[in-house]
């Protein structure tokens, strides 16, 4: 048998989606980034909305988001992606518009732009990577860091008194009126990876159908802040990140 | 006359400058309006609202949660290529610049309105011009600028915000138009503009072709980015803007001469200010002073060769400004050092009167 007997369309079990682009990622080996990535990528391609996509590209480490998916995008202040979203869709409302964003651009400094959009019932897809940390800037607190997780900006660890609780942002978007699909999900796993495509996917269809804003949380590792092997980083938040951020729909309506 | 007919016609109405903006906004093609209140400006959004253009032309109008959300908006509206505009007053303007250096540095073009009130801080909501470094000098982080337009009576708001838009397209930059709230809340006659049809986007993908509408296969994905992580990257999008400017200072200085040929002194002032010059000069002219009007209609671009020119002509200038003294700085340098530039000015939402800027004349220019 020739190399070329194997490389046979018959073959073929897999093959990487066209809206992803050939180029090398910046993200950290074992990063939850790139995997949400690629799944993103094929929903857009099984969905046929190549041609149909504007993503939101966050500040934080998806800033280069663009890079990566074959699709129009727009880079958005720090926190802003929402309210961009918010125009694009309205303007554009046959079109799917998504945004993409970190803990920090979208708990902490976008807060504002994130309730309102959710709550007008923006007809638009939020996808929310929680890895309670700001992987960007270097591992500084988030607003979702645990009660005595160690970041550079709570190095021993974060405390109620000094820092506040850690913010379920997700649970309060899923009280809002405007919000018709809000779940949490991670790609630690392979079954946890075909879990979160297919939530990604239905919160697309929704923002087709015009049903409201979703909301898909995934929460993430972040191993080079966290300061942890890939392995280690996915324990860690089996561990410690799912009790505090439970996996699941908090609203399917 | 039957509705299309009236819809192509220009038509004379008596109304307050911030309702012409709001008029000339929907008919001039205007896809998008985002804005938040705040007082001497509410009026634009309130205007539109009772409008409801989306029933008509198909222009959206939303009020936001902020103007940190509204200039993002704006951004989000302006990469697809949009028409899109917002308006506020200091305060709120102050709150957008990030978003004003983002969309400078993604090269959008976007109509922004400011109703200028007295500051600094919560301030008053008397009218000022104290944001003229904030508009002509940055105010947002970075080298960039902003075309700016100072309208000095109703007409020109409803035709600056039209302009706002023709010239914001031109340079893919944002323009202004820096209003004080005399000229936002007063009331006048104006002839607002024929119903001119927003852009298809098929007219959109001609006219802004790297505009996100979702990217067809035969094309390379766009991507309305500020970010350069390589100095050389930042340096060659700095050149390009930088560039531009140059371009817009050579073509698109707007000023107006009110008895300015045979004087010897000249007031520099713009918007409301100017107005009350012109009643000054006028006094002036009938106590036998030759006294003469320049009011830079554009900001930026600032008149400078024409003051430039002017300087060698005559014997003294005196800015007058609702400020602390702000555009004088130009005047200034454009003067260069060749005859005495004095200034006057109030604030606090004062409006000078033309006694105080006769005397202003005579006291610190012709027996100074
Ligand atoms: C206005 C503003 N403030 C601060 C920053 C610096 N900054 C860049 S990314 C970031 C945090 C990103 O964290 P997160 O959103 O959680 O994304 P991650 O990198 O963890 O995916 C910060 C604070 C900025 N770019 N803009
Ligand atoms: S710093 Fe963290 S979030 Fe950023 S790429 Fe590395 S692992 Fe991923
Ligand atoms: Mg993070």
Known sequence: MTTNDIINPANLVYAKTKVMNDVPMHYCPGCSHGVVHKIIAEIIEEMDMQEKTIGIAPVGCAVFAYKYLDIDWQQAAHGRAPALATAVKRLLPDRLVFTYQGDGDLAAIGTAETIHAANRGENIAIIFINNGIYGMTGGQMAPTTLEGMKSSTSPNGRTVPLNGHPLDITKLLAQLKGTCYVTRQSVHTIAAVRKAKKAIQKAFENSMDNKGTSVVEIVSTCNAGWKMTPEAANDWMVENMFPAYPLGDLKDL | ?368
Not at chain 2, 30 to 39: A, K, L, Q, V, W
Not at chain 2, 137 to 154: C, E, N, W
Not at chain 2, 224 to 231: D, F, P, Q
Request: with cysteine.
């Open chain 2, 1 to 368: 006359m039957n509705d299309s007919e009236k819809h192509n016609m220009e038509e004379v109405r008596l109304m307050k400058g911030n309702e012409a903006v709001a008029h000339a906004a929907i008919r001039c093609g205007c896809d998008g309006y985002f804005g938040y209140p705040i007082t001497p400006q509410s009026e634009i959004m309130e205007t539109l609202m009772e409008q409801e253009p989306w029933n008509t032309t198909g222009m959206v109008v939303l009020q936001a949660e902020s103007e940190t959300s509204s200039i993002n908006m704006v951004y989000g509206a302006a990469g697809c290529g949009k028409k899109a505009m917002t308006s506020s007053s200091s305060p709120g303007i102050s709150l957008m610049q990030e978003g004003i250096s983002y969309l400078a540095g993604a090269e959008l073009p976007c109509v922004i309105v400011n109703v200028m009130r007295g500051g600094p801080g919560l301030g008053t909501i008397q009218p000022s011009q104290a944001d003229y470094y904030q508009t002509v000098k940055g105010g947002g982080h970075g080298d960039y600028k902003m075309i700016t337009l100072a309208p000095a009576s109703v007409q020109e708001m409803a035709d600056h915000t039209v302009l706002a838009f023709d010239l914001a397209f031109k340079y893919r930059v944002t323009a202004m138009v820096l209003a004080d709230g005399v000229i936002g809340q007063m009331m006048e006659k104006v002839v607002l503009p024929p119903f001119k049809p927003r852009w298809t986007e098929n007219e959109i993908r001609q006219i802004s072709p790297w505009a996100t509408l979702g990217k067809p296969a035969t094309r390379e994905p766009n991507i309305i980015n500020s970010l350069r992580l390589e100095a050389s990257d930042m340096e060659e999008l700095n050149l390009r803007l930088q560039g531009r400017y140059r371009e817009i200072e050579n073509n698109e200085v707007l000023f107006e001469e009110f008895s300015v040929k045979d004087a010897e002194y000249v007031i520099v002032a713009f918007g409301t200010t100017a107005r009350v010059c012109q009643k000054a000069v006028e006094m002036a002219r009938a106590e036998g002073i030759k006294a003469g009007l320049l009011r830079p209609i554009t900001l930026y671009p600032f008149p400078t060769v024409e003051i430039s020119n002017l300087a060698n002509k005559i014997k003294g200038m005196l800015t007058v400004e609702m400020s602390a003294g702000q555009m004088v700085d130009d005047v200034r340098l454009a003067v260069n050092g060749r005859i005495p530039v004095e200034f006057f000015g109030r604030m606090g939402g004062i409006v000078p009167s033309p006694d105080e800027v006769l005397h202003a004349l005579k006291t610190k220019i012709i027996h100074r």
